[in-house]
């Protein structure tokens, strides 16, 4: 059962390696498993993705403590830079009756953020897998404040990278070894509407985000809200925001990857960072410094989706194992 293809070769070193150790983790004890990303930690920005079923049931209410999620953005300046507010509340789908009630909870503690959740979307689940939804005790922390790192690193080949604003997880612009090795869920069509779906345990997550789907009131011709975070903290817009700091002009910021081959399997492989100097493309981790001067990432129609790369420095964060998608 490890015997999978290795990642593209000329994927940046490290990789293989990373995937190695995925699956490595997929099958080992849930208290070794949770042991392991401490000791690689060092050597590999890993998300280990371990077995991370929470045992003690400590249900988090949907409710309490949400923020209404406006996204007005300009509170007062002397409170927290806890982000809760731009987290909006969630409601369980008609459609869903059959899976409990979305929950989340999200706060902030010694610098961190932390965002609890069952993992059950808000919009109507259509299975695109043959893994049923299960309903999954997430405890999400990145970083209140990112900080820019002195050099990108790499996101995991598999596994987490980032959270959406409802409380489930992001993960690469990659799929596993099955059903098309490492190829782009996106570009295969194997994710639903709002860019997700389930993997092996039951988790759903995606591999792109819509506004549309994770958060409301925002006109297509208007700058893009939040709809998530990314380990290193830093925060993931819609696909629009403005291109300067008077908002002027309200564009649609672009992936400076190019196609460089058939993204069907291995993804990263068929595709190169180009840039440009166009102000509308983004960096190789699919963010840029924006006019107010802070730094973000961007939703891109195309590769890589989401994240490229972090520019910041990622919590470490299980999951459970992505493993193969039969
Ligand atoms: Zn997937
Ligand atoms: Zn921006």
Do not use: K
């Not at 069952?118 to 695109?128: C, D, H």
């Amino acid at each position: 059962m490890i015997e999978h293809d290795p990642p593209s070769p000329t994927r940046p070193r490290g990789v293989e390696h990373t995937a190695r150790l995925l699956l490595l983790c997929e099958s080992m004890s849930l208290e070794l498993a949770r042991l392991l990303p401490a000791l690689i930690l060092s050597t590999s920005m890993l998300a280990c993705v371990a077995h991370d079923r929470m045992l003690d049931g400590g249900e988090t209410s949907g409710d309490g403590d949400m923020g209404t999620g406006d996204g007005d953005g300009d509170g007062d300046p002397s409170s927290e830079a806890c982000p809760n507010e731009l987290f909006p509340a969630v409601s369980p789908a008609p459609e869903n009756a059959a899976y409990p009630d979305p929950t989340l909870a999200v706060y902030c503690e010694g610098g961190e953020v932390i965002v609890e959740s069952n993992g059950i979307p808000g919009y109507e689940f259509i299975p695109l897998t043959p893994n049923e939804l299960a309903a999954i005790d997430w405890q999400w922390r990145f970083p209140v404040e990112g900080e820019l790192a002195a050099e990108t690193s790499e996101i995991p080949l598999l596994g987490p990278v980032g959270i959406a604003v409802n409380g489930l997880p992001v993960y690469g612009p990659n799929e596993g070894p099955f059903p098309d090795p490492y190829g782009d869920p996106v570009y295969n069509g194997i994710v639903d509407s709002c860019g997700g779906h389930t993997a092996m345990a039951g988790d759903y997550h995606y591999h792109t985000l819509l506004v549309e789907c994770l958060s409301s009131g925002y006109g297509p011709d208007e700058p893009s809200p939040v709809i998530g975070f990314s380990f290193d903290g830093f925060p993931i817009y819609g696909s629009r925001g403005c291109l300067d700091a008077a908002c002027s002009e309200v564009v649609e910021y672009v992936s400076g990857w190019v196609e460089t081959g058939d993204p069907t399997t291995h993804a990263w492989d068929n595709h190169a960072y180009q840039g440009g100097d166009d102000p509308t493309i983004l960096d190789p981790c699919n963010g840029h410094v924006g006019p107010e001067g802070d730094y973000h990432y961007h939703v891109t129609d195309g590769f890589p989706h989401v994240l490229g790369c972090y520019a910041g420095t990622a919590t470490v964060n299980m999951g459970v194992g992505p493993g193969p998608m039969p």
